[in-house]
């Protein structure tokens, strides 16, 4: 079972500053049939004006993944880290016992990003943040784990998550097609742009597609496509 979800029928908020489409119910937006995937519990794609972002506010016992599709966020937490994460690179926050940070674009033009909150299966945990540069020619052409919680081999040297879950992507040339085999495993894949074909369901750029009961995935790009891919347990 695919479900495509497109992106015209996302939830919607812009502040101006931000302007901001929810896969799941967020903030203002609710819709009973999307308030999560598995433990996937939030994929915001957010445009960020320059010079504007997030002030402290404070989180807890949440996975929280940034994946930065243009320009560059800034972080900020009360740990001192502070960090700056540039296009397809990936930023990791487990909020454990609570945290407070802020995220900032202090860049000169729009930055874009993917926020994607993950239930964890341990609540209490330290709170902490890292980030990682994933070079470019290592991804293009094949799935690459970003973060994961999953006790594989194939994951070592990812961002790590606490829960059972991955995130995964890939930048792929027109023509090329990938798999990923999922077994009895939930999936949720987003192309932060261009378009594919998922086991024969085509999939626009931005939109989403909930992923059940397809023990392997066939991923093809129908042209130059930029994908996101998350793993998950059935169970939140």
Do not use: C
Not at 65 to 83: C, M, P, S, W
Not at 129 to 136: A, D, G, H, Q, V
């Amino acid at each position: 079972m695919i479900e495509r979800r497109t992106f015209n029928s996302l939830g919607k908020a812009n502040f101006g500053w931000l302007d901001a489409k929810h896969h799941f119910s967020f903030g203002h937006y609710y819709d009973q049939k999307r308030v999560h995937w598995g433990p996937l519990r939030v994929w915001n794609d957010d445009t960020i004006a320059a010079d504007t972002g997030f002030d402290p506010h404070p989180h807890r016992d949440m996975e929280i993944i940034t994946y930065v599709r243009k320009g560059a966020i800034t972080h900020q937490d009360f740990l001192g880290n502070e960090g700056r994460t540039e296009a397809g690179d990936v930023q990791v926050m487990s909020a454990g016992t609570g945290i407070v940070h802020a995220e900032y674009n202090r860049e000169p033009g729009d930055t874009q990003i993917f926020q994607i909150w993950i239930i964890p299966n341990k609540a209490g945990v330290q709170p902490r943040w890292e980030s990682r540069e994933f070079p470019k020619g290592d991804r293009a052409g094949e799935l690459v784990v970003l973060a994961s919680g999953r006790d594989v081999d194939a994951d070592k040297g990812a961002l790590t998550i606490h829960q059972d879950a991955a995130l995964l992507a890939a930048t792929l040339p027109a023509g090329r097609t990938v798999t990923h085999t999922l077994g009895d495993r939930l999936a949720y894949l987003v192309p932060a742009r261009g378009r594919v074909k998922v086991n024969g369901v085509e999939i626009d750029a931005r939109d989403g597609a909930a992923i059940k009961d397809e023990p392997v995935l066939t991923i093809e790009a129908l042209e130059e496509a930029e994908i996101l891919l998350a793993d998950l347990p059935k169970a939140a």
